[in-house]
């Protein structure tokens, strides 16, 4: 099945200064891969994805990229705010598994 | 709002009992997934169900179980609880089984607390 390897564990960084993490799938046959963001005691929530024939995607101040060829796939989150500050997951999944996910990043922007 | 729905979203009992968490998917969505979120843990997969069929299967105890009704809502059972079952325990449901374009969203969670 699908593994998942999402780092830092943590990351701490300025306001307005970028913040990146990355994530590592071993199964070649993965083609989905969403971001979700979880703020404290709250729900996961989606906040950017890509597929498998993109190789990036930007939403504002948040980006995605993915290296199929390396089987990793980043975040990147520029002018970062205080309010971007929580736990985000990375996830892959196929055709055939469930989805899985990274064990987390615990983003702090300090103002 | 996710459209996703759980309840309770506070349990509170002690061990040796047994619990039933409920779900009921985003309107139109046949899948189901149950996660268990531990303290500053991540999302662990426990199960997932597709229009009423187990699907899949990941780090579930065999004192957990689970099913998905006629009517798409699912139910997850936890027996024999121990201290370490305290979590938050979170439902998702997605459109179909997995793939491309297939999000999955999530509820609120229940926190269940054994004292």
């Known amino acids: 099945g699908e593994n998942v390897e999402q780092h830092p564990s943590t990351l701490s960084v300025q306001e307005g200064d970028s913040a990146v993490i990355k994530c590592t799938y071993s199964?070649?046959?993965?083609?989905?891969f969403p971001w979700y963001k979880q703020e404290l005691g709250k729900r996961p929530q989606l906040i950017i994805d890509?597929?498998?024939?993109?190789g990036e995607k930007k939403d504002q101040r948040i980006a995605v990229t993915l290296n199929k060829t390396a089987k990793h796939f980043s975040l990147h989150i520029t002018e970062t705010q205080p309010e971007d500050s929580a736990v985000y997951f990375c996830a892959a999944s196929n055709w055939n598994n469930d989805m899985r996910f990274g064990a987390g990043t615990r983003l702090t922007v300090k103002p | 709002d996710s459209g996703v729905t759980q309840t309770p979203k506070h349990l509170i009992t002690a061990t040796g009992q047994r619990v039933t968490l409920r779900c009921s998917p985003r309107?139109?969505?046949?899948?189901v997934y149950w996660y268990q979120q531990s303290l500053d843990q991540g999302l662990q997969f426990l199960i997932q169900y597709y229009n009423g069929e187990e699907r899949a299967k990941g780090n579930i105890l065999e004192r957990f179980s689970a099913q998905q009704f006629p009517d798409l809502h699912s139910e997850l059972n936890l027996s024999s609880l121990e201290l370490g079952d305290s979590a938050l325990y979170f439902c998702?449901?997605?459109?179909?089984?997995?793939?491309?374009?297939?999000?999955?969203?999530f509820g609120d969670g229940t926190r269940l607390s054994i004292l």
């Open positions: 998702a449901s997605s459109v179909s089984p997995g793939g491309v374009d297939q999000p999955q969203h």
């Open positions: 309107s139109g969505d046949l899948s």
């Open positions: 199964d070649s046959a993965s083609n989905y």
């Open positions: 890509i597929r498998s024939n993109v």
